[in-house]
C-alpha cells in the first residue's frame, strides 16, 4: 500500500507540473514547450494531439496526452481527455486550489520485471533524496486544496514479464471529491472490471496527518485462472481455475503495513488445479468464512465458522518423491534488500512470494495469537492416497469426510468435534472426541467418547510395512492386520520381521494380539490390557561374539552417555498379562556348525508396571531331540536383582557334541542332565550369583575319533546347599558319582587325552572396548564356562566350602603304556572311594579307597591326612597282585620278565611334624622269573640271582621293613 500510494503521488505531481506549465502559456507554445522539454523536465517523451488553456477561467484542456517509455518508441501512458480547473484568484495568495480534474479513458502499460518496473526511473527522479537534510522553511506551510479528481472509463495492462502473467483492469473509474491541506481526511472510491472476470468496487477514506485509513473492498466473481502464470511459477500445473468473492473492511496506518485490523466475508467456488498429467490435484466446491475480527498487532483472530464443501486432495507416493514435491518447481528464496536502509523489504516478484514474504512478517507478531472460530466444518471431502513405489503399490479413497468442531479458541479448556469418512469400501468411521490443549505444559490430551471403525487392516499394514525399515531398520510383512480402535485391540496374522539383508526371515509369527486401555492413555498412562504372541518362531545365529539381532539390541538400547533431565515427566506405563504359546526359536552357532531348536516355548508374565519394580516371569519349553526346561524368574529392575527358580528334565547332552568338538576331538557324545536349581544375583554383576539345588547327570558318553570311550559316568549327583559366589562360599551335602570311567593312554608323543585337545584361542573372559570392563566370553558354551569361572575366580581369595562327604562308587580307570617295548595295560574297576566331611575349617580329610586291579588283586586304603601334608595316617592292604601284570616294566627296565608269582602288600604309615614312621610288609609266593630278553634293558641287575637268595624254603619271600626317617617322602620309601 505504501509502494502505491508513492507511484499515484508521483503521477499527480507529474500531471500537476504539467498543467502549471500549461497555466503559463498560451496553448501553441505551452504544446511547443512540452514537446521540446518534455525530456529534460521528466526523463521521457511526451506529444500532446492539443491544448487549450483558458487564463480568465483557469482551465487547461488536453487530447491525445501520450507518455512514452524510457526508451521513447513504446506508450507508457496514453489518456484521450485531460480537463483541469484552477481558482486562479487563490493563487494569488498561495492558496492553490484546483477545484476539478477530469481525466477520461486513460490507458497506462505496466511491466514488471522480479522486482523492478518500467516506472523505476519516475519514481528515482521525483523522489525525495532523504540523504540530504533539508532547512526548515521560514514561511508558511503549502496550502493546497484539490477538488473533484475524476477519472473515467480508465485501462491498466499489467505484465509480468518473468512469469509470462498478463491482464489488464478495465472500465476504472475514480473519484476523489477533496483532498486538502487544511483538512487531513479524503475519501476515494474505485471500481473496475479484472481480466476474463471480476468486479472490483473499493471505498478508501485516509488521514493524511495521521496516515490512518479505512479501506472498504467488494470483490465479486474474480476469475481464479488468471493466477495460473504466477502459480505456475511455482507449481507445474496444466490449469486453474475457481471464482473469488469477497466484502471486506480494513482498518490500518500505511507508515505501519503489518498493524491492521479487519472484517470480511470470504467466498471461494468451484476451486481446482490439475497437475501436468491434467489430473485432478486439488479441488474445493467452495470454501467459506466469517471474519469478525483479524487485529494483527494485538494477535487477535475471530472467525465466526469455516466452511470447506468438498474438499479434495490427491496424494502419490513415487520412486522419486511425491507427485506434490515432483510438481513444485525450485526457485531461488528472494530477500530483497533496501540499499539505503539495509532493511529487509518485501518480494513484489510473484503474487506468491508476496504472500509468502508477508506471512513471514507478520509471523513475528503471531506466536501468542488470540484465536476464536464458532466451528470448523468440513462436508463431503475426498482424499486419494497411492503409493506407487517399486516395493509398494498401495490405493486407499477416503471420502464422505465430515467434520464438524464446536467453539475453539485458547480460552477453552477442550474442543469437541465430530468426524466421520468412508475408508473405500470396508465401512464408515465415526468418531466423537475432545481435543485438550495445555498451553503451560503444551501436551495435548484427548478423550473419545463415541467410536465406530471400519476395518483398517489395509492402511495399518500398509503403514507398518511402509515404515518398516524406517522404525525398525528391519523389513516387515505381514499377512493381514485387523484394527478395533474402539476397545483398542491390534491382531496382525503372519508378521515377518527379516534380516538386515531383507531377504532371510529373522522372527515369523502367526498372530500377535494386542489390547491398549484407551481411557487411561487421556491420564498419560499408557496400559497394555493383553499381549498375545501365538506360534512365534525365531531364528538366532551367533557368529563369535556377534549375533544377528545386534542392530536391533543397538538400536532400542538406550544411550547412558546421554544423561537425562531430572525434571522431564517419565512414562506412565502398565503392562498386563503377556503370554507367548507354542515359540519355536533355532539357534545356529555357525563358526562351529551347532544347530538346536527350541520348540513348544510357553512364556506368561503377569505385569510390568512403571511404579512396580517387581516382575514374574514364567517360562517352559522342549529343548531338541530331548529336554523339558521349567523356569519362573522374579525380576527387580530399580535393584537389578533376580530370582531364577529352574527345573531341568532329561536334557539330552548329546545336543553339545558341535561345541564339544570344536575343543577336543570326539566321534559322539551322550548323556542326561536333570537340575532343580534356585538362583540369586544381579544382572550387571554377573559374579555375584548364589543358589541351592541338584545336579545329576546320567549314562554320561564321551567317544574319541577311534571310537573308544574315553570318559564316562553312570551318574553324578550334585546336592548343593549353598553356593554363593561373591562370598566364595561352597556348600554341597553329598557328592556322588556312580561308574565313573577314564581311559589314559601314554603314548610316544603325548597321550590320547593331549591328542584330542585342538587349538584355539584363549578361553579368559572378554574386555569391552567402550566401558574397558571384563564380561564372559560367549563364543561357545565351553568359552563362556571357561571365561565365567575364571571371572568369578577373582573373588576366589579366601573360599569357604565344605561338603558332607564325597562317594565314588564301581568307578573304572584303564591305562596303557604303549613308550615301552611292549604295551602295558592295566585295568583298575570296581573302584570305590568315600569321604568324611570336607570343610575349609577342618584341618584333616579322612577317606577310604577300594579297586580291583586287572582281574586278580584287590586293594584297600585307609587314610586321614591333614591338608598342608604335615601330618597323616594311612593304610593300605595289596591283595594277591600278579607279577606278570608287570612284566612290560620288568622287561623294559631289568630284561627280566616274571613267568609266575603273587604278592601281598600290607604299608602302615605316619607322619607327624613331617617325621615318617612306615611299617611294610611284603609276602611274595611262587615267583618264578623267566629268561633275560634279547631287548637291552635299561638297567643291568641279576634279578634272577636276587630273587634266588630272598627266596624261603618254601619259594616264598617274606620281608618286614620298618621304616622311621624325618623328612621322607613316600617315593623315597617305596
Not at 507529474?14 to 501553441?28: A, H, Q, Y
Not at 604295551?823 to 584333616?844: G, M, R, V
Request: glycine share 4%.
Amino acid at each position: 500500500m505504501k509502494k502505491l500510494r508513492k507511484y499515484i503521488s508521483v503521477f499527480l505531481l507529474v500531471l500537476v507540473g504539467i498543467v502549471v506549465i500549461l497555466l503559463l502559456v498560451v496553448s501553441p507554445i505551452a504544446k511547443y514547450e512540452i514537446n521540446k522539454n518534455c525530456v529534460q523536465w521528466t526523463g521521457r517523451h511526451i506529444s500532446v494531439g492539443s491544448v487549450s488553456l483558458n487564463p480568465l477561467t483557469g482551465s487547461v484542456f488536453i487530447k491525445d496526452l501520450k507518455i512514452y517509455e524510457a526508451d521513447s518508441t513504446t506508450v507508457f501512458f496514453d489518456c484521450h481527455d485531460i480537463y483541469v480547473k484552477v481558482n486562479l484568484k487563490k493563487l494569488l495568495s498561495s492558496n492553490y486550489e484546483i477545484e476539478e480534474i477530469k481525466i477520461d479513458k486513460p490507458e497506462i502499460s505496466i511491466v514488471q520485471n522480479g522486482n523492478k518496473f518500467n516506472f523505476d526511473d519516475l519514481i528515482k527522479r521525483f523522489a525525495s533524496d532523504s540523504s540530504k537534510k533539508t532547512e526548515p522553511k521560514k514561511s508558511n506551510s503549502l496550502v493546497y486544496d484539490i477538488k473533484n479528481v475524476v477519472i473515467t472509463n480508465g485501462n491498466i495492462t499489467y505484465n509480468n514479464v518473468p512469469v509470462h502473467n498478463i491482464f489488464s483492469i478495465h472500465e476504472l473509474n475514480f473519484k476523489l471529491p477533496e483532498i486538502s491541506s487544511e483538512i487531513p481526511k479524503s475519501e476515494v472510491h474505485v471500481d473496475f472490471n479484472y481480466g476474463t472476470g471480476g468486479s472490483f468496487n473499493i471505498d478508501l477514506e485516509a488521514d493524511m496527518k495521521t496516515l490512518a485509513y479505512t479501506l472498504s473492498l467488494d470483490i465479486d466473481k474474480y476469475d481464479m485462472s488468471q493466477y495460473y502464470a504466477p502459480l505456475n511459477a511455482y507449481m507445474k500445473i496444466s490449469s486453474l481455475s475457481g471464482q473469488f468473492n469477497t466484502k471486506l473492511r480494513m482498518h490500518g496506518k500505511f507508515n505501519k503495513p503489518e498493524e491492521f485490523s479487519l472484517v470480511c466475508s470470504l467466498n471461494i467456488k468451484d476451486f481446482e488445479i490439475k497437475d501436468e498429467a491434467k489430473r485432478k490435484l486439488f479441488a474445493l466446491h467452495e470454501f467459506s468464512t466469517t471474519i469478525d475480527t483479524i487485529n494483527v498487532k494485538q494477535n487477535l483472530f475471530v472467525f465466526r465458522s469455516i466452511i470447506l464443501d468438498r474438499p479434495y486432495i490427491a496424494y502419490d507416493i513415487l520412486a522419486k518423491g511425491s507427485n506434490v514435491s515432483q510438481a513444485m518447481v525450485e526457485h531461488e528464496s528472494r530477500e530483497v534488500v533496501d540499499t539505503s536502509t539495509s532493511k529487509t523489504k518485501r518480494d513484489y516478484s510473484n503474487i506468491f512470494a508476496l504472500i509468502q514474504s508477508s506471512l513471514q512478517s507478520s509471523a513475528i507478531d503471531l506466536l501468542s495469537a488470540n484465536y476464536h472460530a464458532d466451528s470448523i466444518a468440513i462436508r463431503n471431502g475426498e482424499f486419494v492416497f497411492n503409493d506407487l513405489t517399486s516395493d509398494h503399490h498401495f490405493h486407499c479413497t477416503i471420502s464422505g469426510i465430515n467434520m464438524l468442531t464446536d467453539e475453539i479458541g485458547p480460552k477453552n479448556k477442550e474442543v469437541l468435534f465430530h468426524l466421520s469418512a468412508m475408508l473405500d469400501d470396508t465401512g464408515k468411521l465415526a468418531m466423537k472426541a475432545n481435543l485438550n490443549y495445555n498451553l503451560k505444559k503444551k501436551l495435548f490430551s484427548y478423550k473419545i467418547s463415541e467410536l465406530a471403525v471400519p476395518d483398517l487392516s489395509p492402511v495399518t499394514k500398509y503403514v507398518l510395512e511402509k515404515n518398516s525399515v524406517k522404525w525398525t531398520g528391519r523389513r516387515i510383512t505381514t499377512g493381514g492386520i485387523k484394527l478395533d480402535p474402539l476397545n483398542g485391540s491390534l491382531s496382525i496374522k503372519n508378521i515377518k520381521i527379516y534380516e538386515a539383508d531383507s531377504t532371510n526371515v529373522f522372527f515369523d509369527c502367526h498372530d500377535v494380539f494386542v489390547k491398549v486401555n484407551l481411557t487411561k492413555m487421556t491420564d498419560n498412562v499408557y496400559e497394555v490390557d493383553n499381549i498375545k504372541i501365538d506360534n512365534p518362531e525365531i531364528s538366532i545365529i551367533q557368529n563369535g561374539n556377534y549375533f544377528n539381532f545386534d542392530d536391533l539390541a543397538m538400536r532400542y538400547t538406550p544411550d547412558t552417555t546421554q544423561h537425562q533431565q531430572n525434571n522431564s515427566p517419565g512414562v506412565h506405563y502398565d503392562i498386563k498379562n503377556i503370554s507367548i504359546t507354542n515359540g519355536n526359536i533355532t539357534y545356529n552357532n555357525a563358526p562351529i556348525h551347532n544347530v538346536f531348536r527350541i520348540h513348544e516355548l510357553n512364556l506368561n508374565v503377569p505385569e510390568v508396571s512403571w511404579n512396580n519394580p517387581q516382575s514374574n516371569v514364567h517360562m517352559d519349553f522342549n529343548y531338541g531331540t530331548s529336554g523339558f526346561f521349567n523356569t519362573d524368574i522374579n525380576v527387580n529392575r530399580a535393584t537389578s536383582r533376580y530370582t531364577i527358580s529352574l527345573a531341568i528334565d532329561n536334557y539330552d547332552l548329546s545336543q553339545y557334541y558341535a561345541p564339544v568338538n570344536s575343543f577336543i576331538s570326539i566321534s559322539s557324545l551322550k548323556g542326561q542332565l536333570s537340575t532343580k536349581l534356585r538362583m540369586h544375583g544381579k544382572f550387571h554383576s554377573p559374579t555375584h550369583v548364589s543358589g541351592i539345588g541338584y545336579v545329576h547327570v546320567n549314562n554320561f558318553e564321551l567317544i574319541d575319533t577311534n571310537n573308544q570311550k574315553v570318559f564316562g559316568l553312570g551318574e553324578l549327583a550334585l546336592d548343593i546347599d549353598t553356593i554363593n559366589v561373591k562370598h566364595g562360599i561352597f556348600y554341597l551335602h553329598n557328592v556322588f558319582l556312580d561308574k565313573p570311567f577314564i581311559r589314559f593312554d601314554y603314548l610316544p608323543n603325548g597321550n590320547n587325552i593331549s591328542h584330542m585337545i585342538k587349538s584355539h584361542a584363549s578361553t579368559g573372559p572378554v574386555q569391552d572396548t567402550s566401558t574397558g570392563e571384563y564380561k564372559p566370553d560367549y563364543s561357545n558354551i565351553f568359552t563362556l564356562i571357561s571365561s565365567s569361572i575364571k571371572l568369578m575366580a577373582i573373588d576366589f581369595v579366601n573360599t569357604n566350602y565344605h561338603t558332607d562327604s564325597v562317594i565314588v562308587h564301581n568307578g573304572q580307570f584303564l591305562f596303557s603304556d604303549y613308550t615301552l617295548n611292549t604295551p602295558f595295560h592295566c585295568n583298575i574297576s570296581e573302584l570305590n572311594a568315600t569321604t568324611d566331611k570336607i570343610s575349609s575349617t577342618k584341618k584333616s580329610l579322612q577317606f577310604n579307597i577300594s579297586s580291583k586291579f586287572n582281574d586278580t588283586a584287590r586293594i584297600v586304603m585307609n587314610a586321614n591326612m591333614s591338608l598342608d601334608l604335615k601330618n597323616m595316617v594311612m593304610s593300605y592292604n595289596v591283595s594277591n597282585f600278579r607279577l606278570s601284570d608287570i612284566n612290560a616294566y620288568s622287561e623294559y627296565y631289568v630284561g627280566v620278565p616274571f613267568l609266575d608269582g603273587y604278592m601281598n602288600y600290607q604299608s602302615t604309615d605316619s607322619v607327624v611334624n613331617r617325621f615318617l614312621t612306615s611299617t611294610n610288609i611284603i609276602h611274595i609266593s611262587g615267583i618264578k622269573a623267566g629268561k633275560k630278553v634279547e631287548t637291552k634293558a635299561a638297567y643291568n641287575l641279576p634279578v634272577r640271582t636276587a630273587i634266588s637268595l630272598m627266596k624261603d624254603e618254601k619259594g616264598n619271600i617274606d620281608l618286614n621293613l620298618p621304616e622311621s626317617e624325618p623328612d621322607q617322602n613316600d617315593g623315597q620309601c617305596l
